[in-house]
């Protein structure tokens, strides 16, 4: 079955230092993948998406990697800070319909000032 | 513009009772759909639909019931509530089933 591996345990990092999410996935292609930020209480935001034909892409202090070969997702928030602590979430369209999405369960990042 | 409503935010349920939780959005949306989120889980498909009629289901559909008459309103009925469906429930839309619009959440409880 599909599966999407997102590191569970939190991270924290030292305000404008560069933080490095991971997500990896098995068993499909997807024809893209998304990441999101949820904060408590809240539903979850777009930030990025990125297609299986695009190495990388960025958006502000945010930037994606997508490497088809490595079933992987490298997620970055360059000079981060308190600000961008929250839980980040990627999301892969599904093996069956690009509407049946798999989430990530997320990784909690804190941004410690 | 107000992206997507959900209502309630709260709801306690006794085990056998019926509910419907509403899903509303403004922005002229083909695709819409629901998600539960429970700890450890992540989010899980329940039901999505792609424009006004068509309904399919996700990856949990067991215990509930959506409709789309309209664009706007996409509700999700539970028919008979159960401890197991205790969760946070979120709706979402989008216009070509890409980045997802959510709306804020409904925490339900079943008692």
């Known amino acids: 079955s599909q599966k999407i591996e997102q590191n569970s345990e939190a991270l924290n990092i030292q305000e404008g230092k560069t933080a490095t999410l991971t997500c990896n996935y098995t068993?499909?292609?997807?024809?893209?993948l998304q990441w999101y930020r949820q904060d408590p209480g809240r539903g979850p935001v777009f930030l990025l998406l990125?297609?299986?034909?695009?190495k990388e892409k960025r958006k502000e202090r945010l930037k994606v990697t997508f490497d088809t070969t490595l079933k992987q997702s490298l997620f970055h928030i360059t000079a981060s800070q308190p600000a961008d602590s929250a839980t980040y979430l990627c999301a892969l369209a599904g093996p069956s319909g690009t509407y049946k999405y798999i989430f990530g369960t997320g990784t909690r990042l804190k941004v410690l000032a | 513009n107000a992206g997507v409503t959900q209502t309630p935010k709260f709801q306690v349920l006794k085990t056998g009772q019926s509910m419907t939780l509403q899903c509303a959005q403004d922005m002229n949306h083909e695709y819409m759909s629901w998600y539960r989120q429970d700890p450890g889980m992540g989010l899980r498909l329940i039901h999505y639909s792609v424009g006004a009629g068509i309904t399919d289901q996700g990856e949990v559909p067991n215990g509930y019931n959506v409709s789309r008459s309209t664009t706007e309103d996409f509700p999700l009925r539970l028919l008979s509530a159960a401890p197991s469906q205790t969760s946070v429930y979120f709706c979402?839309?989008?216009?070509?089933?890409?980045?997802?619009?959510f709306g804020s959440g409904t925490q339900l409880s079943v008692l």
């Open positions: 979402a839309s989008s216009y070509e089933g890409e980045k997802l619009f």
């Open positions: 068993n499909y292609s997807p024809a893209y």
């Open positions: 990125i297609r299986e034909n695009e």
